[in-house]
């Protein structure tokens, strides 16, 4: 009877070993909710429209709907979104490459790159066309076409 248990240890053994190696290897950084929301083009989640303006100046057009209001800067890339309801910025999008870094990540990298800098995802969306990363009031998702980055969003919580 011992015979048969010894192999049944050394299997839990070997496998508690190895899923601590993997625990180890994980990055620290990886869990999102455990830093501030970053920083897209200079400009942060809850800024003004002055400090916005200071940042990346005059919008090329500026629209309302839904009970939002829209900063556009169409040659950039960017979009800074504001809720009527509340004084600072909500949601900055990304659509070009020259638009900046967001952890690591541009528009036009790999999806594996997207992975490897923001970790794995808590909610991927439509087949994987939206991959979706939260932190502490806030969401960085990704859309995805053809295995790369076309356009980052930075959503604050409601």
Same mark, same amino acid.
């Given at each position: 009877?011992?015979? =048969? ?21 994980? *990055? ?6 455990? +830093?501030?929301?970053?920083? +897209? ?7 003004? *429209? ?36 509340? *004084? ?13 870094? +967001?952890?690591?990540?541009? +528009? ?24 979706? =990363? ?25």
């Amino acid at each position: 009877m011992i015979a =048969f248990r010894l192999p049944a240890l050394r299997f839990v053994r070997v496998t508690f070993v190895l899923t601590v190696i993997g625990l180890l290897a994980t *990055p620290l950084a990886m869990p999102s909710a455990q +830093v501030k929301a970053p920083a +897209v083009a200079g400009v942060t989640l809850g800024m003004t *429209p002055r400090d916005v303006g200071a940042m990346l100046g005059s919008p090329d057009r500026q629209q309302t709907s839904l009970g939002m209001r829209f900063w556009e800067y169409p040659a950039r890339g960017i979009t800074v979104i504001w809720r009527e309801d509340a *004084p600072g910025v909500n949601a900055i999008v990304v659509s070009k490459r020259g638009a900046g870094v +967001v952890r690591e990540v541009r +528009v036009g990298d790999a999806t594996q790159q997207v992975f490897a800098s923001w970790g794995t995802p808590v909610r991927v969306r439509n087949s994987g066309r939206f991959i979706d =990363f939260v932190g502490r009031g806030w969401t960085l998702s990704a859309e995805i076409a053809n295995g790369r980055a076309v356009e980052i969003t930075l959503l604050a919580a409601r």
